[in-house]
């Protein structure tokens, strides 16, 4: 019996520093999971245009509207 419960500890042990690496990484593992998941798209075109969190900021700077003019 002393294998069997050394075995069911190891592998709750692993299973528990899985969930702790998933939890305490989570928005690293994330943006790679995503970039793997681009990678792997054969209908990705890096050319085309993104809808990231920058694209507001793209949009308002392609808008011809100085963002130093003071207004008032």
């Known amino acids: 019996m002393g294998p069997v ?15 702790t690496i998933e939890i ?5 593992l994330e943006k790679g999971r995503e970039a793997i998941d681009r990678g792997l798209n054969p209908d990705y075109d890096p050319d085309e245009q993104s809808t990231t969190a920058a694209a ?17």
């Open 24 to 28: 305490a990484c989570k928005p690293c």
């Open 5 to 19: 419960t050394t075995a069911v500890i190891a592998i709750a042990a692993v299973a528990l520093g899985w969930c």
């Open 56 to 72: 507001p900021l793209i949009a308002e700077a392609s808008s011809g509207a100085d963002p130093d003019a003071k207004s008032g």
